[in-house]
């Protein structure tokens, strides 16, 4: 079983960057496929991004393609999001989460979830 923690969120101008880190403890990140998820206010949690168990593949939702980047340290036991070009909508609570097996867009699916950190992008 491995636990997620959150960090790096906070508050950016429109047009800034961010960079947040996903902490695993347990076990390794690369026993996992991982993704991220961002909730806003009144909204459901939507997929932005995934990391596949080998590290090899990555995909992103149209909203974040070109401009976020998933990315993982097995050495530091870590995945990261780095966002660029953020944009006032892009304001929400940024999950990790984690599974065991085939990565997928769905927060269903996950079994792992970290506790969530805010990010604000100010216009």
């Known amino acids: 079983q491995v636990q997620l923690v959150e960090s790096g969120g906070g508050l950016v101008q429109a047009g800034g960057s961010l960079r947040l880190s996903c902490a695993a403890s347990?076990?390794?990140?690369?026993?996992?496929?991982m993704c991220w998820f961002r909730q806003a206010p009144g909204k459901e949690r939507e997929f932005e991004t995934l990391?596949?168990?080998?590290?090899?593949?990555?995909y992103y939702s149209d909203s974040v393609k070109g401009r976020f980047t998933i990315s993982r340290d097995v050495a530091k036991n870590a995945v990261y999001l780095q966002m660029n070009s953020l944009k006032p909508e892009d304001t929400a609570v940024y999950y990790c989460?984690?599974?065991?097996?085939?990565?997928?867009?769905?927060?269903?699916?996950?079994?792992?979830w970290g506790q969530g950190t805010q990010v604000t992008v100010s216009s």
């Open positions: 347990g076990r390794t990140v690369s026993s996992y496929a």
């Open positions: 989460a984690g599974r065991a097996g085939i990565a997928s867009t769905l927060a269903p699916v996950y079994d792992y």
């Open positions: 990391l596949t168990q080998s590290g090899g593949n990555t």
